[in-house]
């Protein structure tokens, strides 16, 4: 049974900075390009970095780029997203997923079907 675990989510003031992580079982974690996204009520699921299967690339969704870095650890089986200089605009459920592509490019994940989802975690940037 596959599981994503989000951790590392709460509360953080405006310009702050937050790291969360991802621990994923179940899954050959090291064939699975990664990726964070993030939800807010009333609008739709946006993409915030995606990592690829040995970490040789990332890339970003223009809201975060340059603020937010996404990381992996192999034998650790885990995603990490540091935050740094949060906004109020920040706040969201963000949510791990997994993309069993076999693309070296980051840019090419997450373009047609999620293999798998977390259960998400709350990132709240107070003003």
């Known amino acids: 049974q596959v599981q994503l675990v989000e951790s590392g989510g709460g509360l953080v003031q405006a310009g702050g900075s937050l790291r969360l992580s991802c621990a994923a079982s179940g899954l050959t974690f090291s064939i699975y390009g990664m990726g964070w996204f993030r939800r807010t009520p009333g609008k739709e699921r946006e993409f915030v970095a995606a990592?690829?299967?040995?970490?040789?690339?990332?890339y970003y969704g223009d809201s975060v780029k340059g603020r937010f870095t996404i990381s992996r650890d192999n034998p650790k089986n885990t995603v990490y997203l540091q935050m740094n200089g949060v906004k109020p605009e920040d706040t969201a459920v963000y949510y791990c997923?997994?993309?069993?592509?076999?693309?070296?490019?980051?840019?090419?994940?997450?373009?047609?079907?999620?293999?798998?989802w977390g259960q998400g975690t709350h990132v709240s940037v107070s003003s």
């Open positions: 990592i690829s299967r040995y970490g040789g690339n990332t």
């Open positions: 997923a997994a993309d069993r592509s076999s693309s070296s490019d980051a840019s090419r994940l997450f373009t047609s079907d999620v293999d798998y």
